[in-house]
């Protein structure tokens, strides 16, 4: 209790001493901007997946060959960010952003014309680093932007990305089956304005940064005990991302088994992105005003019970498991990596990158033990058997040191 209360009492002094800035004159604003750039961002890195099950058969792929896309798609977007983010937290992370947010959105829309699978790969790791760049910087600075509610702004941030995400399947489906694949190159626009919005910022001399030197990150910093809430963070993070990429890589494989179209398949995906989007939004909510450990136990033991029995039903029943599933499971995003940056005040788009980025990447190398698990059974087995790893990421949340509620904290001075 003591620790968490001194990071809050820390946050509260920088916050009183001008060490954390606001920026002017609207910082709500600027948080609703890098929000749009994270629409962007995630929407571009959701194109891909639905077409997975199209691309295996243009390029005669195997089930175990096609799920290394979607590892390095996770591997090169997720794992670089810890780094990006130590990045972003020495420079203007406006400019990072911006720089990220055109590298995804230009290599993703020209796929259609990769020749080849590896060139197709090259294509996606371009991509994914882009997508790296951007999210532990844009994370860094949404919170920075509004620290006395960190959890709402977060919660503004991350409802971007399932927007983003459930935008993508419909309309990159619908744009295949309509003009053919080679014409996702028209997408690569909203990508031009999210940059060019993020860069206009960048010329602000108040970007709501931390005046504050970040603090030098070794081994040996890592290993003390302040930061040990950090590793547990990051096993929970692992856990529920390993959990959210499997379902987003392999429902096209799902669908089909179950005789869906492609047009089928990126409605339900949509659908169910559209209930984590709402999930995150009220879990942003609820984390400056409940238990932290509470919401984000919760959101994993509960999830797990919708989602084990969505892989064995079929029809609206199964349907409605999976899209509750998601609502209930995406009430906790928030408060997962608003923790992380407690734990570095200093350093937030490094925590951001460690829980948001580098657990994605352990998560995504993990995708071909999927595929091997369903050619062994059954894609319905393989998607359970992930599904059942939020109950020990539930058992893990009480490691966790007790927290009060952001508002709490602020009524109690």
Known sequence: MSYWKGLGCFNAHASRNGLLTESAPNPLRRVCYITFAHITVDFYMTLFPPLLALFATRFGLSLVEASLLPMTISVFGNMPQPMMGYLGDKNNRMILAALGVFCCGLF????????????????????????????PTGGGL?????????NLAMAIFLTGGPLGMAIAPVAGTQIIQRYGLEQLWITVFPAIVAAAFLLRFSRSGNLGES???PVRISLAFLKTSEVRPLWTLFAISVFRSFVHATY???????????????????WTLSAYLVCITMGRIVGGYLGDRI???????????????????????????????????????????????????????????????MVMGFSWGVGGILMPFVALLADATSISVALAAVSSLLLPAALLVGALPKIRPQSLSQAGG
């Open 142 to 150: 949404v919170t920075a932007s509004l620290p006395g509610r960190s």
């Open 291 to 353: 238990s932290p450990r509470k919401l984000l136990g919760a959101s994993c033991g509960i999830s797990a019970c919708f989602f084990i029995p969505f892989c064995f039903t079929t029809g609206v029943y199964s349907l409605v498991l999976f899209f509750l599933a998601g609502f209930i499971f995406d009430l906790g995003a928030t408060t997962n990596i608003v923790l992380a940056q407690k734990v570095l005040p200093q350093n937030t788009s490094t925590a951001t990158g």
């Open 248 to 266: 987003i890589s392999f429902i096209s494989f799902l669908g089909q088994s179950r005789g869906w179209n492609i047009s089928e398949i990126g």
């Open 108 to 135: 993703v829309s020209i796929i259609g014309f990769a020749p080849s699978a590896p060139v197709l790969a090259l294509f996606l790791v371009f991509a994914a680093l882009g997508s790296s760049l951007f999210h």
């Open 211 to 213: 005046t504050t030197k």
